[in-house]
T-cell receptor
Framework: EAQVTQNPRYLITVTGKKLTVTCSQNMNHEYMSWYRQDPGLGLRQIYYSMNVEVTDKGDVPEGYKVSRKEKRNFPLILESPSPNQTSLYFCASNRDREREQFFGPGTRLTVL | KNQVEQSPQSLIILEGKNCTLQ??????????LRWYKQDTGRGPVSLTI?????NTKSNGRYTATLDADTKQSSLHITASQLSDSASYICVVRPGSSASKIIFGSGTRLSIRP
């Protein structure tokens, strides 16, 4: 089944404790993106990747890192999480810039 | 500044009724416009896509329209069902390859039995 998976789905952590949210897609897509979704603000892009070893900042990259060492994986790293990073995070992939994005199930992160 | 605005923010209708959601955008140049459906706690799923030259696209009980001159799109839902309760997000892709896609903040639709 073609899909985007994220882990973990739910995470509660404390300020400053490094964490990684994994994202994997099995559709051989070139493009992958990370978004955060907050009430009233809609989806905002954090980082995106156009191919292996090619990443770029989105609209809200501060406090986040990403890597794209393999085509299928695009982990999101929070080196020192803060409470303002409490949010619902989505990973997405698409075959090319014009095609539909396929979204993962989301990761709900709470930083205390 | 490229923007996408959706209205209303939320809407409650009775099961079986029709409804129309609005999307206005200021993106120029314009490549395509998608409507996504997002069930609570899940990722968005694409419903329709329209390019500049298209003015209507249907997907079952969902019909999207586009007026590229006035930069407006609408999503019409016919004979609503309880499973239509979700957020509906309008997403516009600019025509410039250097520009990122722009998400509207969504309309939260609730269908009451």
């Amino acid at each position: 089944e073609a899909q985007v998976t994220q882990n973990p789905r739910y995470l509660i952590t404390v300020t400053g404790k490094k964490l990684t949210v994994t994202c994997s897609q099995n559709m051989n897509h070139e493009y992958m993106s990370w978004y955060r979704q907050d009430p009233g603000l809609g989806l905002r892009q954090i980082y995106y990747s156009m191919n292996v070893e090619v990443t770029d900042k989105g609209d809200v990259p501060e406090g986040y890192k990403v890597s794209r060492k393999e085509k299928r994986n695009f982990p999101l790293i929070l080196e020192s999480p803060s409470p303002n990073q409490t949010s619902l995070y989505f990973c997405a992939s698409n075959r090319d810039r014009e095609r539909e994005q396929f979204f993962g199930p989301g990761t709900r992160l709470t930083v205390l | 500044k490229n923007q996408v605005e959706q209205s209303p923010q939320s809407l409650i209708i009775l099961e079986g009724k029709n409804c129309t959601l609005q999307c206005n955008y200021t993106v120029s140049p314009f490549s395509n416009l998608r409507w996504y459906k997002q069930d609570t706690g899940r990722g968005p799923v694409s419903l329709t896509i329209m390019t500049f030259s298209e003015n209507t696209k249907s997907n079952g009980r969902y019909t999207a329209t586009l007026d590229a001159d006035t930069k407006q799109s609408s999503l019409h839902i016919t004979a609503s069902q309880l499973s239509d309760s979700a957020s509906y997000i309008c997403v516009v892709r600019p025509g410039s390859s250097a520009s990122k896609i722009i998400f509207g903040s969504g309309t939260r639709l609730s269908i009451r039995p």
